[in-house]
């Protein structure tokens, strides 16, 4: 399974960006997506979660982005993506698309980064 995010980029606070993630057969429902992300300084942290399989529909958020981060896919063009919007500075960080291939790592009360065993390289947020 190969990760690729795009989408990236600098944005003014209360600004909005969409990250993409072309996530091919980790699109399928078994699958469990997520992001994660990592700022300065900081450890890594989930961000939010989608699953849609066999044990129904699962989404996590991170306290810090509920009401203003919506993740979704699109299993069809086979991408994760992750609408964010009223920006802060405090969103800044490398953002990164992670996957595992069954539902476990969706179902834990806080995503775990290690739980994942495919990752991309990540996209840069920056929000000033």
């Known amino acids: 399974v190969q990760l690729v995010e795009s989408g990236g980029g600098s944005v003014q606070v209360g600004g909005s960006l969409t990250l993409s993630c072309a996530a091919g057969?980790?699109?399928?429902?078994?699958?469990?997506l997520g992001w994660f992300r990592q700022g300065p300084g900081k450890e890594r942290e989930g961000v939010a979660t989608?699953?849609?399989?066999?044990?129904?529909?699962?989404?996590y958020y991170a306290d810090s982005v509920k009401g203003r981060y919506t993740i979704s896919k699109d299993n069809r063009e086979k991408r994760l993506y992750l609408q964010m919007n009223n920006l802060k500075t405090e969103d800044t960080a490398m953002y990164y698309c992670?996957?595992?291939?069954?539902?476990?790592?969706?179902?834990?009360?806080?995503?775990?980064?290690?739980?994942?065993?495919?990752r991309g390289r990540g996209t840069q947020v920056t929000v000033s």
């Open positions: 992670s996957a595992h291939q069954s539902p476990g790592p969706c179902l834990v009360p806080k995503p775990v980064p290690e739980l994942f065993n495919y």
């Open positions: 989608i699953y849609d399989g066999d044990l129904g529909g699962h989404t």
């Open positions: 057969e980790a699109t399928r429902t078994a699958y469990c």
